[in-house]
């Protein structure tokens, strides 16, 4: 398709999602010199109201046409979609154009999320390190087959659960349970028509990022997020409690390893199903004594491993997100602040079951008052009587900047520390159990 190849010198962007990782996302972009008007899909949210102007049409990928007049009325150049549901639903697809780039994948390519199962096979066929494992669409065979196997298995719903959709089991029993609960009791819908069954492995968990413009990738410094809810690692899984970066652990040698063996491939194993992938791939990665293996595939920024890249990522973000929408990454300059992000999540009691919601939440100031600390809004609003208060489960994204990880983590919970609102919950040991690289003698 043909494209302009010169970067504008104004991008009017239209940003779509309504998250912790979109303000962070979108005070980036107020950053970029090449930035011209923003406009968000989520004004509810006070942070993305503070940096972009309201879309006031629909934005429904089945549905188009009225954004898609939004954007050719507005100008729109580049639109960039944070979350994984309006990919998997084609919002990509209908939204590109030869004048305006669009950063996020094609459907085609969100199965790479949205399909754990063709995820799989895709990396079978490419000999990309993941897991072992089968999918089924029967639970009587999945029963039979967890039933068969003598090592622990983790089940997975194929399609998006919003982050829910694993569970680690430690009993054949458990896992049962689980498959009834996905394929029989249908917890997640049709996201579980299909269930993954894979071989449990063991090891730290790293989150690598990488922009990519079809062909061309450039590999975002790593991440670890925290995604248990309590802290060393206990309770249910949530979207992720916290997040910091870069992560030592991820040395020189293996992130090579990581781009050679399992990014590039992916997207060179796209490419020949015929999916020009334009976005984030994210791989969460499990380094094992066998090397790094794929746990899965997301296709846009993590949330929170997002905020702690945000706060880092030096250039013009605007201009980066474009050139990966229009396949001319290789000419971006990206540079990273050397200091150490940490971004802790303020969450709602009841997270992630029932979190409450409709607290006032004071502190903001304060927080940011203290210097190299931002406050990414997630889940709040404005009241009626425009007072700020809770309103999903992850409230806000606490995000420190400082020299060492140990500096950056105790400024995040310095700043957690000031911001009150009724049940505020947090884990306190967000990177305290950061691993450094492994030495090599
Ligand atoms: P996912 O959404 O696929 O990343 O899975 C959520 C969480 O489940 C991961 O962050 C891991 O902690 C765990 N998990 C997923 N797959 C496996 C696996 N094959 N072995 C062990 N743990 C896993
Ligand atoms: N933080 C994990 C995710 O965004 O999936």
Known sequence: MPRPRTVPNKINTLLVGGGGREHALAWRLARSPRMGRLWVSHPDNPGLASLGAAVDVPIDAKAP???????????IGLVVIGPEGPLAAGLADALRTPARAVFGPDRAGARLEADKAWAKSLMRAAAIPTAEGRAFTDPAAARAYVESRPDPVVIKAAGLAKGKGVAVPDTPAEAIEAIDRIMVQRVFGDAGDTVVIEERLSGPEVSVLALVDGRTIYVLEPCQDHKRLLEGGAGPNTGGMGAYC???????????????????PVVDALRRDGVDYRGVLYAGLMLTHGGPKVL??????????????????????????????????????????????CCVVLASRGYPDAPETGHEITGIEEAEAMGDVIVFHAGTKRDKDGRLVTAGGRVLSVTALAGTLAEARELANG?????????????RDIGAHALPAPSRA
Do not use: Y
């Open 296 to 341: 899965e595939f997301n296709v846009r920024f993590g949330d929170p491993e997002c905020q702690p890249l945000m706060a880092r990522f030096k250039g013009d973000l605007a201009e980066t997100l474009w050139r990966a929408a229009s396949g001319s990454l290789d000419g971006a300059s990206i540079d990273w602040d050397r200091r150490t992000a």
């Open 415 to 427: 700043a957690c520390e000031l911001i009150r609102f009724e049940g505020k919950h947090w884990r």
């Open 246 to 264: 870069p992560a030592p652990i991820l040395d020189r040698d293996t992130m090579d390893r990581v781009e050679r063996d399992i990014l590039v």
């Open 65 to 75: 046409f009225r954004i898609q007049r939004f954007c050719d009325t507005h100008d």
